[in-house]
């Protein structure tokens, strides 16, 4: 069966400090990754994307995701957190077979930067 | 540039009440979805419609039932609420066109649903 995991559920660190938003995945056939920002009381929003091709993806905001397919990860960076960056942070994955563009979520991770 | 949206924002229902969520999106989107969020279990995926005219269930289907009522709108309905139905709904659309497995899904901002 497809899932996604996000390990931790809050993450802080200090703004101008690199940051790093972790993500394992399990999915039969390759995988499409993505992930997704929700700031309070908004819907999510899309930062970036994994479907094929180089293994550092760039994306929304300054943020990037390193896809590791031997380790089945998909950790979300970047260089120099934030302030505005505290949000809460999905990762998700395609389910395979067909062409519904149906989602898996993780649980979701709380990005909090401090000044 | 409205995307999807969400009505109402806010609801407050009795338990056994029923209503409607409303969806429309405007970027002329395949495929449409109902997730409920709940803390600490990321979104869990309700009902879908891969193209108009049909729908599948998802995840949690139960106590929900759905209608994709041309391209643009999908309705999420609670039949007989329960407090277990306390969360915040959204609905997200994603697709143009023959392919929609590398494109990104789309979100409202969500209706935010009390069951006393």
């Known amino acids: 069966a497809q899932s996604v995991a996000q390990p931790e559920d809050q993450v802080n660190v200090a703004e101008g400090n690199p940051l790093t938003v972790k993500c394992t995945y399990s999915?039969?056939?390759?995988?499409?990754l993505f992930w997704y920002v929700q700031y309070p009381n908004r819907g999510l929003q899309f930062l970036l994307k994994?479907?094929?091709?180089?293994?550092l993806v760039k994306g929304s905001y300054g943020f990037e995701a390193e896809f590791n397919k031997s380790q089945t990860s998909f950790h979300l960076k970047k260089p120099s957190a934030l302030v505005s960056d505290s949000a809460l942070y999905f990762c998700a994955v395609r389910v395979p077979p067909g062409n519904t563009g149906k989602l898996i979520f993780g649980q979701g991770t709380t990005l909090q930067v401090k000044p | 540039n409205a995307g999807v949206t969400q009505t109402p924002k806010f609801q407050v229902l009795k338990t056994g009440q029923s209503m409607t969520l409303q969806c429309a999106q405007d970027?002329?989107?395949?495929?449409m979805y109902w997730y409920r969020q709940d803390p600490g279990m990321g979104l869990r995926l309700i009902y879908y419609?891969?193209?108009?005219?049909?729908?599948d269930k998802g995840e949690v289907p139960n106590g929900y039932n759905v209608s994709r009522l041309n391209k643009r709108e999908f309705s999420l309905r609670l039949e007989s609420a329960a407090p277990s139905q306390t969360s915040v709904y959204f609905c997200?659309?994603?697709?143009?066109?023959?392919?929609?497995?590398?494109?990104?899904?789309?979100f409202g901002d969500g209706t935010r649903l009390s069951i006393l």
């Open positions: 999915v039969s056939g390759n995988p499409y």
């Open positions: 994994y479907i094929t091709g180089d293994n």
């Open positions: 419609s891969a193209s108009e005219g049909t729908t």
């Open positions: 970027m002329n989107h395949n495929s």
């Open positions: 997200a659309s994603t697709g143009q066109g023959a392919g929609v497995s590398n494109q990104p899904q789309h």
